[in-house]
């Protein structure tokens, strides 16, 4: 039953939750953004639009945009199709199953950006593992070419968006009525017309969020597609990264970032009319389900010659060829298995060549020696760069989650209007590139003499963690069905009991992964960390890319190693501490 | 059962011109009741007629557009639930999914602080008033519908709200059950003085339960009265024929005189009929009752001649499908040893008591 | 000015340049006087004028290429050597260009033509630019630097075009992109990393090319086999500076170290001991090991044939304030992706 | 309407030695039992008897542990649901929440590629048959309870599958539209021949609309046969009890002779009662429904004397709880002109006819 609670409470509400959130982005995020943005209509002094007009009709320029958001929407597709059954499941599957998933695709993020894709320059390469198999077993006669050009950029990107797009999506499924999938079926709906117009439809808002997240995450490529495409235009963030590190050129910086913020959003604007336009859906709610349902409705209906074909074709259905009735969901589990494996398979690859260490890529049995674990646990910088990631990873994935949390029940009953114009405004951090907001940042905590301390990389990263997490959260909170509150409050609840006794437990399983995801962030951040790390607070990938780039310290390899065995062991713990007090529990 | 709470209110309810719309469809449309402290008060009315959204604006669920509610004389708009203390047994139950049966039936306790001891009794009383014992440990969706149904009207019950609010209730359990819960619902009621507003669409459990009944349709009410007046004499034809099995004739009245009618269905002529302010030469619609009407030994001249179009078997009763002429009747006979069942084509004579009959202006 | 704490701030990278560093250089030094060398994370430039600005410097020095001592320098960012307080005559003993206003010389560095072992023998490799360039001699993948990069593929395209290696400068851009248009087909990459471009090589994608030399020389040295070998012939070389930020906390105690470290006799055991970096005083030349010669840069035996990279040319500006550097980087732009 | 597609299969079903347990609860225990094509089959049992497991057995949702589903010969295990071709409407709707009235009703003719107009017609026709007009385009959560309901029950009848599996489908609606959609299953059933299996809470239901009830106890089938003779010949206490109103007075068969036997209850004697095969000196249940007494003069000697403690109106009748020394009893007893309604404390005499009991063993 849809509710019209008195204007006056809602916003009260919504006030008291949403003020916080929004003054920490203010704080931290705004105003030391606005201050460096400001820096675009400035040359030597004079206010100018000139960097803009530049820009603007710079060919250089313009087709590091169009690179930009080409890469990002086709990184969301690709995501999205490659994600989708790993969700469904994570969502439907065992525990056990959901384990080993959650490892495989969370393992890109133990390692550094550069080690990743030079696994898959070997993999993928003319020599590669691919090509090699395909070669040996005489299906390909000349390598093919599955890097250097888009192919080997998306696999890539893929890779390392995964967890987000597949985290979004699972928090749109696990509350999920199976009954209405068996009625479809009742109704005569085949498994996959089901599947696609029953279960699909409801995954809408989860399919939405993972995709603006992962869209608006893609803007910001900086090492995988340099080093996975081909001989292409850079990125946007790559042209922000070359004027601010290299040339020094501020203003330029700054107009780019400005652009791309203000097209990303202008985008966001358009998705947004176009998504909740047209349908009479009540009050706003349900409406990106019913958004889908249209569209694959129509889509369904173009196969009805085929369909008939097959009708006439094929025997009665009683009297054919047995299937066992869990045979499908086998089909979906196989494939979800495949990809999490190929996802972890390259960082498989680094954590042998750990064990194996020979410069080459060749690994050969000989080699094996723990040399390099050695070399990592012995020396400080390491293991202090790896312990301070812990710490800031672990408060930032704290911090990041409670803010997301609180922003997410604030926006709950909020007019859609309002709310999608909120979450534009949490989406922004990601959009901007890092290193704008990274060195913005770095003039903040130089102000309030916060540099160099561990704080300064958790505020940062926690600003950098806020848009994944309130989109998970946003979707996780609008799954729960508000007559159970209802309940609650009939039963004597105060909106705070409420709050604690019945919304928090049901969102529990979301707030995890999106502590997880902040954590993943946080951990995986180099750009804000190359302005706020100091001699007191480094971090692991800025240790990692330090050593990569000039050293190509094999040290790398072992750390990579150590952090994907204590995450394995990590969860694995976890898993079995949650089965036994199940168990226990009866 | 010990109140968990001292109740400080009585749980008198008035209800003035409450009205709630969804986009164009008025749902509920100037509803004006008043319910004594510790009255058994049913909506009941067609489906769609505006009982859930009366009982969710009482609640604090849904804002009325219009209109006031009180309890205890004190207006509750702008009170927000969980202040109102109303128990409500929702339509679709709305168990807590992450919580077990005896969490789910201890919540309301543990929202008031209740010492861990009581609350371990009370839920155990709780448990046993709706029989489950041995599911305290299960999870919604490990149980049946009914016994969700259960664990909703426990967690409503074991808090003893003075006003509780119940949207069919016992809609999904079996006689005996429902019987059983029927009398437990009753105990509470007297025992602890307890208001009640309950909906349900089972007739005899509004007549058994009731102080009064109001019959809504299209979001107003049709008629308030107790279960009697409702059954025998209802306002208009809408309630007539919504409570209770009911044959409507066709006819005139051709005279009046003191209260007293004469009507003409079809060629037969009917007497001494309560005119109840109908007067004469208008058209009228001629309500009775099936188990009024009773068949006379065949052949009887005062009686009706008929024939058995049909039989409805249902257990203590057959109702049967009678026609007399053009019109037709149903008939319901109890079956019992030594009582005359005729078959299907039999002729047969009818005979009713004009007392028994109610007129209509059609 | 008040008493500096006994520290020195080091940005730096970490790894095995570093800790022999420490070992020849910033041990001793510390011994002979309490001043500690501190490790504090290599800075972007960004960082540093951000640092300058907001007056939390972190940083007393880093290694940097004169590119970024432009840059820096013409922004007031950098602190200028006191070469007053160094000892006398060092200028004259550093190698050219190795006394900067804001920096000075403290290894020279280099890239070159590195070739994989399996593909090619030994004697019958790629020994120019022209033979890199020269596809039907030696087939296979290219893996060439993006001039992104410390080092670009210019110069090399120029002198596999012909341009004597004396001549180079003012370079041709015209004809360097002509000359580049001629191989791209067979470059595999225009790699932007140096660990990138050995990836290349390692992996299979390429199988001749140009990258630093210092990494593989060292694996060699230290008994590893990286599968590639490199070719001095026209290699090109790049001088590496220790520079120090405007309102560094500790210049007094930067200059001591750079003092101690430019004695020819301690340059000489660092040296000794990396033997993938040439000298920058002259002076330490005597104190060298003759057996590291071969695989030293500017030892005497690869100095004829030498491209020093000439980074007052990159950053040359123009009328509009756009320097070389960033005008042949827009050019590559357009031209890369057609 | 027409049929949707040419239905393939007669209906006809059969269930063997079927069992399924949830963890250490066991649901539905050996049940076997042959449903012919074009029968009307009711299961009715206590809440958690395993009725809804059952039906999702056949259906397809949840795997048998043993024994066999068999339609029309063919055994479904293994066969995915959506190729039974097996109509559910279930407890709890299971309505699309993306989809409007329209398209939920429409889904199974969508899912057969029916041409547009034909579905159009039929989408019209099955929304008129719930008496949904004018809602074919709010969604679900606009709709009352009821309203949900109905659309759950067009959804299936649409396509006219050759069996229905019905789980309490009428269970949210008031006694008006539950009649007529009664009359509405009844003729599908009756015209197309659909095998229906229906479970209900409504004894009136089972009773007016089953071909046979199947009663169900713990997983078990307790008794299966026609309406009549489930209420009138219960194998047992068991079915006697939970089918209809029932009165058990404890007595001791004293003498027994050619069928017929004496029981004594209490003080009191009950000659000519049929024996069903209880010898004497046993004790037994003494069983016979409300209706079956009625009253005779007060005073009259061949009557039972007794004193009215309560009575329960219910509209058509009335319930009297009547003392006859340590026993008590209920009797039924229609309202009506002219007949003798006791009130409450009064002196009644009754009587009953020893062929309206049953004895079962104690
Ligand atoms: N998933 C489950 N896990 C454990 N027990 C279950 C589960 N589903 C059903 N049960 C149990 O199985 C028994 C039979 O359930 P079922 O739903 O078939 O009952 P029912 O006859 O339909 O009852 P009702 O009339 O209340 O709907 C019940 O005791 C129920 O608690
Ligand atoms: N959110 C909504 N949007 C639009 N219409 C609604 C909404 N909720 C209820 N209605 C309509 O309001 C009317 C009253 O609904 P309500 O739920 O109060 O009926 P009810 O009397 O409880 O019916 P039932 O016996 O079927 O449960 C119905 O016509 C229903 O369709
Ligand atoms: N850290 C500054 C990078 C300077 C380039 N150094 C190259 C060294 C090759 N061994
Ligand atoms: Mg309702
Ligand atoms: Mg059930």
């Not at chain 1, 080690?115 to 005489?138: D, H, K, P, Q």
């Not at chain 1, 093919?144 to 080997?152: A, E, P, Q, T, Y």
């Not at chain 1, 085929?306 to 089909?331: G, I, M």
């Not at chain 2, 069919?168 to 507003?197: F, S």
Request: proline share 6%.
């Amino acid at each position: 039953m849809p509710k019209l609670r008195g204007p006056d409470t809602v916003n009260r509400a919504a006030v008291m939750l949403l003020t916080g959130p929004l003054l920490f982005l203010l704080c931290f995020f705004y105003v030391p953004l606005i201050q460096t943005l400001w820096m675009s209509f400035w040359i030597d002094g004079v206010f100018t639009f000139s960097n803009y007009e530049r820009a603007l009709s710079s060919a250089l320029y313009l087709n590091a945009f169009v690179w930009t958001f080409e890469l990002a929407l086709f990184t969301t597709i690709l995501s999205l199709v490659v994600g989708y059954p790993v969700a469904y499941v994570m969502a439907t599957g065992g525990s056990r199953l959901r384990l080993f998933i959650l490892i495989c695709i969370i393992m890109p993020f133990w390692t550094s950006a550069l080690v990743r894709t030079f696994a898959w320059v070997a993999i993928l390469g003319r020599e590669g593992i691919v090509n090699s198999s395909l070669m040996y077993l005489s299906i390909v006669s000349r390598p093919m070419s599955l890097v250097f050009n888009r192919i080997g950029v998306f696999i890539g990107t893929v890779h390392v968006m995964l967890p987000y797009m597949v985290l979004c999506l699972y928090s749109s499924m696990h509350g999920i009525d199976r009954s209405l999938v068996r009625a479809a079926e009742t109704l005569g709906a085949g498994r996959m017309r089901s599947f696609f117009l029953i279960y699909v439809p409801q995954t809408a808002p989860g399919i939405i969020s993972g995709s603006l997240l992962v869209f608006i995450v893609s803007l910001g490529f900086f090492v995988t597609p340099a080093v996975l495409g081909g001989n292409q235009s850079p990125s946007v963030v790559v042209l922000v990264e070359r004027h601010m590190g290299v040339m020094l050129n501020w203003p330029m910086a700054a107009t780019l970032s400005s652009l791309l913020l203000a097209a990303t959003l202008l985008l966001f604007a358009v998705f947004n009319r176009y998504v909740r336009a047209g349908h009479a859906a009540p009050e706003g709610q349900g409406g990106e389900a019913i958004r889908l349902y249209t569209l694959i409705a129509k889509l369904d209906q173009g196969w009805r010659p085929v369909r008939a074909l097959w009708r006439r074709f094929s025997p009665n259905p009683l009297r054919r060829r047995r299937r066992s009735a869990r045979s499908q969901p086998r089909l979906a589990t196989l494939m979800a298995a495949l990809i999490a494996t190929i996802t972890a398979f390259p960082i498989l690859l680094i954590v042998l060549m750990a064990f194996f260490p020979s410069p080459s890529s060749a690994i050969r049995l000989g080699n094996f020696s723990l040399r390099w674990f050695a070399l990592y646990f012995t020396r400080d910088e390491w293991i202090s760069s790896t312990l301070t990631s812990f710490q800031v990873a672990l408060v930032t994935a704290a911090l990041a989650s409670t803010i997301a949390l609180v922003t997410a029940l604030g926006l709950r009953r909020l007019p859609p209007a309002v709310r999608t114009t909120l979450v534009s405004i949490n989406l922004t951090p990601m959009i901007v590139p890092a290193v704008a907001y990274g060195v913005s940042a770095y003039f903040l905590f130089a102000q309030i003499g916060l540099i160099g301390t561990r704080i300064s990389l958790v505020l940062g990263h926690t600003i950098l963690a806020i848009p994944p997490t309130v989109l998970v959260m946003v979707a996780a909170v609008q799954s729960i069905d508000n007559r159970l509150e209802d309940a609650a409050a009939s039963l004597g609840a105060s909106p705070w009991r409420r709050l604690r006794h019945i919304i928090l437990p049901l969102l529990a399983p979301m707030t995890a992964a999106s502590a997880l995801i902040a954590f993943l962030t946080s951990f995986d951040d180099l750009a804000i960390a190359l302005f706020l790390t100091s001699s007191k607070a480094k971090t692991l990938p800025k240790q990692l890319y330090d050593s990569m780039l000039n050293d190509s310290d094999p040290r790398v390899f072992a750390a990579s190693a150590v952090l994907v065995g204590l995450t394995i062991a990590a969860l694995v713990i976890m898993h079995l501490l949650r089965s036994r007090s199940m168990s226990e529990r009866g | 059962m010990k109140s968990a709470v001292p109740a400080r209110q009585a749980g008198s309810l008035e209800l003035r011109s409450l009205r709630k719309s969804y986009g164009g469809v008025v749902a509920v449309d100037d509803v004006s009741l008043s319910v004594r402290a510790g009255e058994f008060l049913t909506l009941l009315g067609p489906s769609g007629s505006g009982k859930s959204t009366t009982l969710m604006m009482i609640a604090g669920f849904v804002q009325p557009e219009a209109g006031s509610i009180l309890l205890d004389n004190t207006d509750l708009v702008g009170i927000p639930t969980h202040k109102r203390s109303i128990g409500v047994v929702f339509q679709n139950y709305a168990l807590f999914p992450h919580m077990s049966v005896a969490q789910n039936i201890g919540f309301p306790l543990r929202m008031r602080d209740m010492e861990e001891a009581d609350t371990r009794d009370h839920i155990a009383r709780a448990t046993a008033l709706v029989r489950l014992h041995g599911l305290e440990e299960r999870y919604a969706r490990q149980l049946s519908g009914g016994q969700q149904q259960r664990v909703a009207l426990a967690r409503a019950l074991v808090f003893q709200p003075p006003l509780l609010l119940l949207d069919e209730p016992l809609g999904a359990l079996d006689r005996m059950l429902r019987e059983q819960m029927k009398h437990e619902l009753r105990r509470v009621h007297q025992e602890l003085g307890t208001t009640l507003i309950y909906v349900t669409h089972d007739q005899d459990e509004a007549l058994v339960l009731s102080d009064r009944i109001a019959i809504m349709k299209n979001g107003r009410v049709e008629q308030i009265a107790p279960p009697r007046e409702i059954y025998e004499r209802p306002v208009n034809q809408f309630v007539a024929g919504f409570m209770g099995e009911s044959n409507f004739l066709g006819g005139r009245v051709v005279g009046e005189h003191g209260g007293t009618a004469t009507v003409k269905i079809g060629e037969l002529l009917l007497q001494g009929v309560p005119s109840s302010g109908i007067r004469a030469d208008q058209d009228v619609e001629v309500f009775i009752r099936p188990e009024k009407i009773v068949f006379t030994a065949p052949g009887d001249e005062k009686g009706w001649a008929g024939t058995v179009k049909d039989l409805i078997y249902s257990g203590d009763s057959i109702r049967y499908v009678i026609s007399l002429g053009s019109a037709q009747v149903i008939v319901k006979q109890t079956v019992r040893q030594g009582v005359y069942l005729p078959a299907r084509g039999d002729a047969v004579s009818l005979s009713w008591d004009p007392l028994d009959i109610i007129l209509f202006p059609s | 000015q008040q008493k500096e704490e006994p520290e020195i701030l080091y940005g730096t990278t970490g790894g095995i340049v570093e800790e022999v560093q420490r070992k020849t250089i910033f041990d001793p030094f510390t011994a002979a006087t309490g001043i500690k060398v501190v490790s504090v994370p290599y800075p972007k430039l960004a960082k540093v004028e951000a640092m300058v600005s907001t007056d939390t410097v972190d940083l007393d020095f880093w290694e940097i290429g004169a590119t970024d001592i432009g840059i820096l320098g013409r922004r007031n960012l950098l602190e200028p050597i006191d070469y007053s307080a160094l000892r006398s005559g060092l200028k004259d003993d550093l190698i050219t260009n190795g006394a900067l206003q804001y920096g000075v010389g403290t290894i020279v560095w280099g890239a070159g033509i590195v070739y994989s072992a399996t593909e090619f023998k030994e004697g019958s490799h790629p020994r120019s630019w022209a033979d890199v360039w020269d596809v039907s001699k030696f087939p296979g993948p290219r893996a060439l630097p993006d001039p992104s990069y410390y080092v670009g593929p210019i110069e090399a395209a120029l002198v596999a075009d012909g341009v004597p290696v004396d001549k180079l400068y003012p370079l041709d851009v015209d004809r360097a992109f002509a000359s580049l248009d001629k191989i791209k087909p067979h470059v595999a990459k225009f790699w932007s990393t140096s660990p990138e471009g050995l990836n290349l090589m390692t992996s299979g994608n390429a199988v001749v090319g140009m990258n630093t030399l210092g990494r593989i020389i060292v694996m060699k040295q230290q008994g590893q086999d990286p599968g590639i070998n490199i070719e001095f012939n026209q290699a090109m070389a790049k001088i590496s500076y220790w520079g120090m930020p405007k309102k560094a906390p500790h210049p007094k105690n930067f200059h001591r170290l750079l003092d101690y470290y430019l004695e020819p006799k301690n340059h000489a055991a660092f040296l000794n001991a990396y033997p993938a970096y040439g000298l920058t005083v002259k002076s330490a030349q005597q104190y060298m090991d003759p057996k590291t010669a071969a695989s030293r840069i500017n030892s005497p035996e690869h100095l004829a044939s030498l491209i020093m990279i000439n980074d007052d040319w990159w950053m040359e500006q123009d009328s509009s304030g756009r320097s070389n550097f960033e005008k042949v980087n827009e050019r590559w732009a357009s031209w890369v992706s057609q």
